[in-house]
């Protein structure tokens, strides 16, 4: 697992940095990246670029992991602190999406030692 943790510690680096070029080295060209503000899944690479560059466009979000587990259906599970702000670094008021500052859970599926698949569970 701790090839798989260098990625992402690798991915979440460049996400923090908008890095987007950066974040794509780590995904498979097919990836299914869940889509935290509206719901779904956002599927391949230009699909997952095009989602986080209107995200940023209206909210700054950071995420930190905290630490990493494998769940039993072999994903590599991050908790990770997530902290959205707006453009100004304010906290968020009266947002219409779902983002908002918490604990989550970050699940990775890997496949060729990238991302083959993203999903957002809660944390127990």
């Given at each position: 697992m701790d090839a798989e943790i260098a990625v992402l510690n690798?991915?979440?680096e460049s996400f923090n940095a908008?890095?987007?070029d950066g974040v794509m080295?780590?995904?498979t060209d097919d990836v299914a990246w869940a889509n935290g503000m509206d719901g779904g899944h956002e599927q391949g690479q230009a699909a997952v670029r095009d989602y986080w560059t209107r995200q940023w466009s209206v909210i700054s979000p950071h995420v930190a992991p905290v630490g990493f587990h494998r769940a039993d259906d072999g994903a590599v599970v991050a908790e990770v602190i997530q902290t959205i702000r707006d453009l100004d670094g304010n906290p968020l008021e009266g947002q219409t999406h779902g983002?908002?500052?918490k604990t989550v859970g970050h699940a990775f599926t890997f496949r060729d030692g990238k991302v083959a698949r993203f999903d957002i569970r809660d944390i127990e």
């Open positions: 690798g991915l979440y908008r890095d987007i080295a780590w995904l983002l908002k500052d």
